[in-house]
Every structure is written in structure tokens, then in C-alpha cells.
């Protein structure tokens, strides 16, 4: 049984039909990349992933629970962290206290009214872990607000790493980065990706990027999925070429 | 540590005024005091999880009828009455937050309003429980347990009141500091993102609006034998309006800024009210020098945290909130 399975699953905005009946499997340790042109429904099906925005039709499953009417803080403690596609972080905390307080929200005692040596220290210790997987751990003293973008782009991903969770997603991580910014940042998720402990699924639209990390790629165009496959079989698409490779540019 | 250096300097210094101070200026410095913890109390809101609310007299009032009718109606001794008043106010909140946690932004703001002005216009019409527009009147200082009298006094009312306040900001030090007020804090950055991450932002809200009204039904409590009446002045916007100019212009988000924000606001209101009527205005001028110019408030000003920086912090702050 696949760790997310994706049935049928639709969002309608008045006439509109953003996600159309989108069925999709992502298998434990696998990355996904989900691509497609602009207004093709990535993030939409994000946000019906994460309860952010609410199905009209069809249905979301992980693990065997069902996802789909559940509230976004429930999805997030079945062990599903996301980063946005616009950066969210906490600008006035410290990066080390944005990891701390991502970390703080998977222990047991996170609402401890009083104290908080124990919570602190034991999320305290995970955040900084993942700050230096992500190599900010020379930052971790700043306030996140006045890093770079590009260490706010890494910093949202060592917040969902701090969770530790069974599935990332990840939404357009190298977006507004340049040239060597996205580079960098490509060899750091590709490392943090290679041991294949997490399930991965990605909305992407730098395709250097998607062929690096991807082992599988779905493709949506407006609103459906129009292939789906290892990344050759859907780099060879036709359909693909002509809606999002060459057509649309 | 520096705080509670400060803090046992502070409380040495006002566990001295009885002796020092002539009786007009205690009793309006156990006003102060009273006033002090109210708006310690709208700053847990405010300042810590950018909850603005204009119906923080709600919290003040309840408290105030609800132990002016214990004092007057069971005997009840003072030492009971009051505490039982608060948790009365902490458990109403609940109910109010409820419904105004449905809405952010200025729509919660709008409907706290609302609820504030709800509980005034209850309190005008239901003259059995809270003696319409006469008030409650003869409020007394029951004594009690063990026929403990000493807080019926002038002085050991107010020694009552400061031991309130200091218990208060201690809790309140310690709540905003553990693991719950450091996802307060997210609320207040990005409440979306706190979401996400898993937290259940709207039951935290909840409870900090009810741990909220509970200290200000506190401070309502202690008011109503304090004056020995409560009336619907109490609950009018009015008062919501200056608590919450108590809070910005001592400091937001810092706990001992608001209370030094209602000592200001009294001894100020006091000094320009023998001036001249329109005392309002004048202080109206103050707090729009304050929210343009020092929008870290007193307590910022004073202890100076990272003077250009926080400022902009601060004001950044106050805007987004309003957006």
C-alpha cells in the first residue's frame, strides 16, 4: 500500500475547476515532483493535501487514515510537514528558534504552560540538527527575518526537518533563488534526499532541479494529470512536451 | 537575575508607601495598582499574541459585579470572593473566545466589542443582579476567614492589591516564557505557519484570552470593594479604549510596561484634570506622540531594548495587526 494515496480528488472555485479528479500514489522513500505550468492546480493540491483548502469531491489518504475534512494542525501531526511556495517563517524569532518551536510542535508536553527546560532542550536539540543539515547553523543566532532569501528558502525546509517527518512537502523550494543560490541549494536537498528515509512529494517549476531529485514526476495541466511516470518516460511525453516543456513558453 | 532584582526593589519600595504616603495619594495608588493589573492583563493579548481587543472592560466588569453580588449577597469573606470573581470572568472568556476566535483581525476586534457592549447593555437592563443604572452600591470588605480584618484598612487593602499584582505578573512571566507562550509568540508572527507546524492555534487563543479575563476579572474583583461599588461604566468602551491606550503606551508585549502605562494614565489624568476639563484631548495628544514616536512605549523607552531596531519591530507590529 502506498504511503499517500490520492483519489479522485477535485476543487472547485465557483466555475472554476482547479484540481480535476486527480488520482496519484506516492510510495514510502519515494520523491515526487509535481510539475506543470502556472495555474495547473500544484498548489492547490497542496493545500487539499494539508486541509488548508477544502475537497469538493474525492478523497486523500495516508497511511491508511483519511486526510480529507480533517483540520490543517491534525493533518500536520500524522507526520506531514510542508514549506510554502511564499516563504513563512517567524522574521522576529531566531532561526535556531524557528527550528525549536517546528520541533516543539511534535513533542508531547508543546503546550506547557509553565517551565519548559525538558521541551526546550529536547526540540531545542532536533532544530539544531536540522540547521546544520541544512548548513545554516552559522546563521542559527540570527533573526530569521534578516537572513538571505535564499537561507529563509533552507530555513523553511530544516523547519519541516525538525519535525522529522514521514512525508515533506515541498513547495517550489528554489523559488526567487538565482543561479548559484539554486545550485547550492540543489546539492544540499539532493544530500538530504539521497538515504531515502523520507517520502518526498515536491511542486517544482525549475526542471534541471525536478530531474536531479525526482525518482517520479506527475504532471498536471489544468487542473488533471496528463502523465505520470520515472522522469525518462516523462521527459519523452509528447503530451508533455507540447503543454509544458515547449508549448506554453 | 535582573527582573527579580527589580522586581524585590520595586516591591520594597511600594510595601513602604503606606507609611510615607498621605491617604489621597494611597488611595489612588492602589488604583493604580488595580489598573496596572488590568492592563497586565489585555497585554497577554495584545503584546503577546497580537490579539487586539477593544472589549477588555468585558473582563474588569464581570469581575466587578461578580464579586460586588458574592460580598454583598453571601457574606462571603473577601479573601474568597475575590479569586472566585476572577475564575468566574476566566471561565465567561472561554465562551466569548469561542465565538470571537471564529474571526481574526479586526473582525475579532469588532466582536469583542461587540460582546463587551453586549454585557454593558445586559448589566443596564438586569437590575436584580446588577442594580441597572444605579450600580451595585456598599460593597464591603467582608471580613474572613478566621476573622482576618486586616485587609478591610486602607493600607491592608492595598498590601491585597500589591500582592495580586506581583502573584500576576510572576504567572504571567512564567506563562509567557514556557512552551506555551513561545507558540503565543508564533500566533503573533504567523499564525498561519503555527498552524501548519501542528499546533491547534484556536484552542491556544482561546486560553489566553480566558487566562486573560481571568486577571483582568482580578483586577475587576478587587476594584468593586476598593470603591465599594461597581457600576455599567465599567463594562462602557470607553474603559476598553483606555486600557488598551494603558498598554501601548507603557509598552507592549513586556508585561511590567502596561502596568507602568495605568500608573502613567492615572497620575497624568489626575495632574491635567485640575488643569482644565478637556483633560481627554490632551491625553489623546500623548498617545498619538507615543504610537508615532516611541511605539516601544515607557517600559521600552526606559529599558531601552535595541532602540532603532525595536522600534521598528514594534510599530511593524501595531500595523500589520491593524491590517
Known amino acids: 500500500m502506498a504511503l499517500l494515496e490520492i483519489d479522485e480528488l477535485t476543487r472547485r472555485f465557483g466555475g472554476i475547476i482547479a484540481v480535476d479528479r486527480v488520482s496519484m500514489r506516492v510510495e514510502a522513500g519515494e520523491v515526487r515532483a509535481v510539475i506543470g505550468p502556472n495555474g495547473a492546480g500544484k498548489s492547490t493540491l497542496f493545500n487539499l493535501i494539508t486541509g488548508v483548502v477544502k475537497a469538493s469531491d474525492g478523497r486523500v489518504r495516508f497511511d491508511g487514515t483519511t486526510l480529507t475534512g480533517q483540520t490543517p494542525y491534525s493533518i500536520s501531526q500524522h507526520g506531514i510537514s510542508r514549506t510554502f511556495q511564499i516563504t513563512a517563517l517567524f522574521p522576529e524569532m531566531t532561526a535556531r528558534e524557528n527550528a525549536r518551536l517546528a520541533a516543539q510542535a511534535r513533542h508531547a508536553r508543546r503546550w506547557q504552560p509553565y517551565g519548559g527546560s525538558t521541551v526546550f532542550g529536547d526540540a531545542g536539540r532536533r532544530g539544531d540538527v536540522a540547521l546544520e543539515r541544512l548548513g545554516l547553523t552559522h546563521v542559527a543566532h540570527r533573526p530569521a527575518g534578516l537572513l538571505s532569501h535564499g537561507d529563509q528558502r533552507l530555513l523553511e525546509v530544516a523547519m519541516a526537518l525538525a519535525q522529522q517527518p514521514r512525508l515533506l512537502l515541498l513547495d517550489e523550494p528554489t523559488q526567487g533563488l538565482s543561479v548559484e543560490e539554486t545550485a547550492q541549494a540543489v546539492d544540499t536537498l539532493a544530500a538530504l534526499l539521497a538515504d531515502k528515509a523520507m517520502t518526498v512529494l515536491l511542486v517544482e517549476h525549475d526542471m534541471e532541479v525536478v530531474f536531479r531529485l525526482a525518482h517520479m514526476i506527475t504532471v498536471l495541466h489544468r487542473g488533471a494529470v496528463i502523465a505520470d511516470g520515472v522522469p525518462d518516460a516523462v521527459r519523452a511525453d509528447i503530451e508533455v512536451q507540447r503543454a509544458y516543456l515547449g508549448g506554453l513558453a | 537575575m535582573n527582573f527579580s532584582r527589580g522586581l524585590a526593589a520595586a516591591a520594597c519600595v511600594l510595601a513602604l508607601a503606606p507609611a510615607a504616603l498621605p491617604p489621597y495619594a494611597m488611595t489612588l495608588l492602589t488604583e493604580a495598582l488595580i489598573l496596572g493589573l488590568f492592563a497586565m492583563s489585555l497585554d497577554l493579548m495584545v503584546g503577546y499574541t497580537r490579539l487586539l481587543s477593544f472589549g477588555h472592560a468585558a473582563a474588569y466588569g464581570l469581575g466587578a459585579y461578580a464579586c460586588g453580588n458574592l460580598l454583598l449577597h453571601t457574606g462571603m469573606p473577601l479573601l474568597f470572593a475575590v479569586p472566585l470573581a476572577a475564575l468566574f470572568s476566566g471561565i465567561v472568556a472561554i465562551g466569548v473566545a469561542w465565538v470571537c476566535t471564529l474571526a481574526s483581525g479586526v473582525s475579532f476586534s469588532m466582536l469583542t466589542l461587540a460582546f463587551a457592549q453586549l454585557f454593558y447593555a445586559v448589566a443596564f437592563k438586569w437590575s436584580a443582579v446588577t442594580g441597572a443604572s444605579d450600580g451595585l452600591a456598599g460593597i464591603p470588605r467582608s471580613p474572613g476567614p478566621f476573622g482576618i480584618t486586616v485587609f478591610a484598612g486602607k493600607a491592608g487593602f492595598y498590601y491585597l492589591v500589591l ?71 465599567l463594562l462602557f468602551w470607553l474603559f476598553s479604549g483606555q486600557v488598551l491606550i494603558m498598554v501601548i503606551v507603557g509598552g507592549a508585549g513586556t508585561l511590567i510596561g502596561p502596568i507602568i502605562g495605568a500608573a502613567f494614565f492615572m497620575l497624568v489624568s489626575n495632574l491635567l484634570s485640575s488643569w482644565t476639563d478637556s483633560w481627554a484631548a490632551f491625553f489623546g495628544l500623548i498617545f498619538i506622540g507615543f504610537v508615532l514616536f516611541a511605539p516601544q512605549g515607557i517600559w521600552g523607552l526606559l529599558s531601552g531594548i535595541g532602540r532603532a531596531k525595536g522600534r521598528e519591530r514594534v510599530r511593524w507590529r501595531f500595523l500589520k495587526s491593524m491590517s
Open chain 2, 163 to 233: 500582592a495580586c499584582l506581583i502573584g500576576s505578573l510572576l504567572f504571567c512571566r512564567v506563562l509567557v516564557h514556557s512552551p506555551f507562550g513561545e507558540v503565543l509568540r508564533g500566533i503573533r508572527e504567523n499564525e498561519a505557519k503555527t498552524l501548519s507546524l501542528g499546533y491547534n492555534t484556536r484552542r491556544y487563543k482561546i486560553a489566553v484570552v480566558a487566562i486573560a479575563f481571568a486577571f483582568g476579572g482580578l483586577a475587576g474583583a478587587l476594584y468593586a470593594p476598593f470603591a465599594g461599588f461597581a457600576n455599567t461604566e
